[in-house]
């Protein structure tokens, strides 16, 4: 059974019940029985369990004490009333400022200096004038290496799923060349394709 901490603990009550407290000590128990229900049921149970001795001394507490122990394991158990949170305001605020997020994606960015026009833009440059190029099985990665340096042509893609490299090129003088000679290394270009 828990204590509290101006409640008598049972040996005093069982003193007091006998009448060996001092009368400073037996009024503080009186003083605890008026205050608290628990303490006044516990003196009247040892009460009686005195008097129930008195009466035939071969009998031990028997009933009394279990019935004691009884309600002071159900008071122990009883459930513990917790508040509810009222997470109302919380979620109203968390709503609240989604709104007010997706409001100023929507209405106030466009708006802005730089907001409106191409919002995206692709990070390899613009795919155009690209050349596709499928490079021949047999060909070395030296040989292709050497091939994409002489032209000036740089990767930008692949190879794909069907092993197709797109190739791009700095301008469009560069481009016609890289064509012509691409076109002529037929030991190391399998196929070539120009937008």
Request: hydrophobic share 45%; no cysteine.
């Amino acid at each position: 059974m828990t204590e509290q901490p101006d409640r008598p603990d049972d040996s005093t009550l069982m003193a007091y019940v006998r009448g060996d407290l001092p009368p400073d000590a037996a009024a503080e128990v009186e003083r605890a029985a008026r205050e608290q229900p628990a303490v006044a049921g516990d003196i009247a149970l040892m009460r009686g369990l005195v008097r129930a001795r008195a009466a035939d001394p071969s009998t031990a507490p028997g009933e009394l004490g279990w019935a004691r122990l009884s309600r002071a394991i159900d008071a122990e158990a009883a459930p513990v009333h917790q508040p509810r949170r009222n997470w109302r305001p919380l979620m109203q605020i968390a709503a609240t400022a989604v709104i007010a997020v997706g409001v100023w994606q929507l209405a106030v960015v466009p708006m802005l200096p730089g907001g409106g026009g191409d919002l995206y833009v692709p990070a390899t440059g613009t795919t155009e004038g690209a050349v596709i190029v499928a490079f021949a099985p047999d060909a070395t990665e030296a040989q292709i290496r050497a091939l994409l340096q002489e032209i000036g042509a740089t990767v930008t893609d692949g190879p794909s799923a069907l092993g197709l490299w797109t190739l791009s090129f700095a301008d469009e003088r560069r481009r016609t060349v890289g064509l012509t000679r691409l076109q002529a290394a037929t030991g190391i270009v399998e196929s070539l394709q120009a937008d």
